[in-house]
C-alpha cells in the first residue's frame, strides 16, 4: 500500500470514528487499531489519538453550540473534575499494556446495552433534569472515575459518560453528548500533555487523524440534534453491543 493510500485511508477511518464518537462512543476502537496498523506501537498509538480526539471535540462543542445545545456551567464542573482523574490515568497509561482493560470494557459495553434496552419508562415529571443538591456532587464525583478511565485509555468512555448523565443527571442523550465532547475535549489536554512529555505522540499522524475526526464529529453533533433522542439511543445501542463482542472475541 502506497504510503499516501495509508494517509486517506487514515482521514477515513478518522472520519467515521468522529462521527461514532458524537453520537454514541466507541470510535477510538476503530482509530486505535488502525494508528498501530500503520506502524506505531500501542501507548504511541494511545497517546496520538487523543490529538485527533481534541480537535474532532473542539468541532463537535462548536457543532451542538449552533444549534442551542449545552449544559453551562455544569459541564465545565464536570470537566474539571474529569481533568483531575485524567491526570492520574494518564499517568497510569504511560507503561501499561491493556488485554485485561479489553475484558473489563467488554462487561461495561454489556452493561450499558442491558439498562438502555431495559430501563424503566419514567413519568413527565421524573424526566426533568436533576443538576442541585447531591445530584450535583454525584456527577461530579463520578466524572472524576471517568476521567481516570479516559486518561488511561480513552476507548468507550463516551459510553460511560453517557450512562452518568442520563443515570444520574436525567439529560437527554442529545444533550448528553454535548456535554460528553466537551468534557472530553478539556481533560484529554492534560492527557495529550503528560503523552507529549513522555514523547509518546505522532503527531504528523495524530493531525491527519484529526481531518477526519473533526469532519464526522462537526457532522454528526449537528445532525443528532435534528433527529433527536430515539435515534441516538438505537445507534448507541447497536455500536455498544458491537465493540462489546470485538472486545471480548478479537
Do not use: C, H
Request: hydrophobic share 60%; aromatic share 14%.
Amino acid at each position: 500500500m502506497e504510503f499516501s493510500s495509508d494517509l486517506l485511508l487514515l482521514v477515513l477511518v478518522g472520519f467515521i470514528a468522529g462521527m461514532i464518537n458524537v453520537i454514541a462512543g466507541g470510535g477510538s476502537l476503530l482509530t486505535l487499531p488502525m494508528l498501530i496498523f500503520l506502524g506505531l506501537p500501542p501507548n504511541i498509538a494511545n497517546g496520538t489519538n487523543r490529538i485527533a480526539i481534541i480537535i474532532q471535540n473542539i468541532f463537535a462543542v462548536s457543532g451542538f453550540k449552533s444549534k442551542g445545545v449545552s449544559a453551562f456551567p455544569y459541564s465545565i464542573y464536570l470537566a474539571l473534575s474529569a481533568t483531575v482523574g485524567a491526570i492520574i490515568g494518564a499517568l497510569l497509561a504511560v507503561d501499561i499494556k491493556g488485554e485485561v482493560f479489553n475484558k473489563i470494557l467488554a462487561v461495561i459495553m454489556v452493561l450499558i446495552v442491558v439498562y438502555m434496552v431495559f430501563k424503566p419508562k419514567i413519568s413527565t415529571e421524573e424526566l426533568l433534569e436533576r443538576v442541585t443538591e447531591k445530584y450535583f456532587w454525584l456527577g461530579i464525583f463520578a466524572f472524576f472515575f471517568v476521567g481516570i478511565y479516559g486518561g488511561f485509555i480513552q476507548a468507550g468512555v463516551g459510553f460511560i459518560m453517557l450512562l452518568a448523565l442520563s443515570g444520574i443527571n436525567r439529560f437527554s442523550l442529545v444533550k448528553s453528548n454535548a456535554i460528553k465532547v466537551f468534557v472530553a475535549l478539556i481533560y484529554s489536554l492534560s492527557a495529550v500533555a503528560i503523552f507529549a512529555y513522555n514523547d509518546m505522540i505522532n503527531w504528523k499522524y495524530g493531525l491527519i487523524l484529526s481531518i477526519g475526526n473533526a469532519t464526522g464529529g462537526w457532522f454528526m453533533s449537528r445532525w443528532s440534534v435534528k433527529k433527536g433522542d430515539g435515534l441516538v439511543r438505537i445507534f448507541l445501542i447497536i455500536m455498544v453491543t458491537v465493540m462489546a463482542v470485538k472486545l471480548w472475541f478479537f
